[in-house]
């Protein structure tokens, strides 16, 4: 009880001065079922004042807003672009109506990303760009885990959340395509799931790199639309399918890690990295690169799944800068260590913070890109644990359970809401 006076003092002094939070640890988790609209509008109701603070203090957003408002960039809203956009408008609009705030457009310049600026300047060629993801995974007799590295822009620090979600179409949704999912990822706020860590229901444990090839395709589909459509796979070829994304393809590049079991939930596990980048010619569909790594019994023998954020097979010319240094620099120090095989040994390296200029694990002050967070998804024992801190010294701050395979329980498809 005398505690609660220093509880509410902490409480009012962040209102009074939220940008002197520091690294929290703390871990946001909803979880929602309904359909996509209700689970839309439960994000916006429930992470409304991150939303908002995210956004009002992102000055990547701010140069994103000007940068959209050129002529250049409203020539280019084609009838395809608003087609992508419309498949999405139904959870944006949720997510603005229950924080009462103007904020789907701005949300949506998000997701655009370098493309935006592709756009703007008349050219072709991505900007440079910064960011730091590295993901390291082992598959062995006894051992399937997947570690990772959550890197973002500065203001991305603390904001952002975990989303377990049961989506249930309406039949308007289900009319348009939709069908049932169960996912949990981390978001980053107001971002659609999919573009970080997480796992599905159908099996899948995955984490993503950021990649970035010089040449990109505006009017395409932007990475981070891909990666919420593969929420929806029930299959490795399913989630390759949907990557290829035949028809249209890749507007700009990422890596895409995924460790999946067998039969939803049993131990027959297969690890995969796939590179996706646009398209070199006309062709309607994603450049990808599939790696598969054996599970061998020898412990000294199983190569371990090793990804930052630079093309690894995929023939792509990439933009130059810090995006390339740095992943040269974290590889270099990845494989610095004894070859991985098992939880602990990808937890150290995870850590790593030895490099000068970049470092695998950045958590220095005035750095403009941070490590946010990191997870390790240990399929032997279903769990997720996410860390703020340095994985190898620290304890997770949440552990979530990996729930694959149908729900316990079948629940009634969700209500048509009239919006």
């Known amino acids: 009880m005398a505690q609660s006076p220093a509880l509410c003092c902490a409480y009012l002094e962040y209102f009074d001065a939220p ?6 640890r703390a871990v946001p988790v909803l979880y929602s079922r309904g359909s996509h609209y ?20 992102s000055e990547r957003l701010r140069e994103f807003e000007r940068r959209a408002d050129s002529a250049a960039v ?57 960011v730091g993801c590295s993901s390291i995974a082992v598959l062995r007799p006894g051992v399937a885990v997947l570690g990772h590295t959550e890197d973002s822009f500065e203001d991305a620090l603390n904001h952002w959340y975990v989303l377990s979600a049961h989506i249930l179409p309406s039949d308007e949704e289900r009319e348009q395509g939709a069908g049932e999912e169960r996912f949990a990822s981390l978001c980053y706020a107001g971002h659609l799931p999919g573009y970080t860590m997480g796992y599905s229901a159908a099996g899948m444990v995955f984490s993503v790199n950021t990649l970035s090839p010089r040449m990109l395709r505006p009017g ?29 393809g890749a507007a700009n590049g990422c890596s895409v890690n995924m460790l999946w079991t067998g039969g939803q939930g049993t131990k027959a596990f297969s690890l995969h990295n796939i590179e996706v980048a646009p398209s070199r ?42 995006i390339i240094l740095s992943s040269l620099a974290r590889l270099k ?82 209500k048509q809401v009239a919006k």
């Open 19 to 24: 940008e002197l939070a520091g690294r929290r």
């Open 38 to 57: 209700q689970v839309g509008y439960d994000v916006g109701r429930t992470f409304g004042s991150l939303i908002s603070g995210f956004i009002a203090g």
């Open 74 to 130: 409203r020539a280019w809203r084609t009838p395809r672009c608003q087609r992508a956009a419309r498949r999405r408008r139904r959870r944006r609009r949720a997510v603005q109506e229950a924080n009462a705030e103007r904020i789907p457009s701005q949300l949506f310049l998000l997701h655009m990303d370098d493309i935006i600026e592709t756009i703007e300047e008349g050219r072709s060629s991505a900007p440079p760009a910064a």
């Open 220 to 248: 395409r589909t932007p990475r981070v639309f891909l990666t919420r459509a593969m929420l929806a796979a029930k299959s490795f070829e399913d989630a390759q399918r949907i990557l290829l994304d035949e028809g249209l």
């Open 281 to 322: 010619t006309e062709e309607a569909r994603s450049q990808l690169d599939i790696r598969c790594y054996s599970r061998v019994p020898d412990a000294a023998a199983a190569e371990p799944l090793i990804h930052c954020n630079r093309y690894e097979r995929l023939k792509v010319e990439e933009v130059r800068g810090p």
């Open 333 to 414: 120090t990845i494989h610095s260590y004894a070859t991985p095989t098992a939880r602990a040994q990808i937890a150290k390296i995870l850590s790593d913070t030895s490099g000068p200029d970049y470092r695998v694990f950045e958590s220095r002050k005035n750095r403009r890109v941070l490590t946010i967070a990191a997870g390790i998804f240990d399929l032997e024992s279903r769990t997720w644990s996410v860390y703020m801190d340095e994985p190898a010294t620290s304890e997770p701050v949440a552990v979530l359970p990996l729930l694959f395979g149908p729900p316990s329980t079948d629940p009634p498809a969700a």
